[in-house]
């Protein structure tokens, strides 16, 4: 499956900006899929998950201003995010599992989009 991620840009601290994860390639409703980000000299850190069942898990630091959610019709993830701040400003990258498990690890995941640019200016 390949993943296309898109919808970064800049945007002001308390905005809100909506990311999209397209898969191509075969049916996306049997996968799991992710958001995870990096930072300028950081690692990549889990963001949020989205079971194939639809099951959802948040990092603490985004839990209740993100919110992931699926449209299997489409083969798409999103990725909802509210009250940005200067921390949120990443790559964000989507990624996609078979399996459902560990979901926090980014070695769990076999499929990665390219990374879209979030900007949160203070």
């Known amino acids: 499956v390949q993943l296309q991620a898109s919808g970064g840009g800049l945007v002001q601290a308390g905005g809100s900006l909506r990311l999209s994860c397209v898969a191509s390639g075969r049916s996306f409703r049997n996968y799991s899929a992710a958001w995870f980000r990096q930072g300028p000299g950081k690692e990549r850190e889990f963001v949020a998950h989205?079971?194939?069942?639809?099951?959802?898990y948040y990092a603490d630091s985004v839990k209740g201003r993100f919110t992931i959610s699926r449209d299997n019709a489409k083969n798409t993830v999103y990725l909802q995010m509210n009250s940005l701040n200067p921390e949120d400003t990443a790559a964000y990258y989507c990624a996609a599992q078979m399996a459902g498990q560990d979901y926090w690890r980014p070695n769990a995941y076999g499929y990665w989009g390219q990374g879209t640019q979030v900007t949160v200016s203070s």
């Open positions: 989205i079971h194939w069942s639809g099951g959802t």
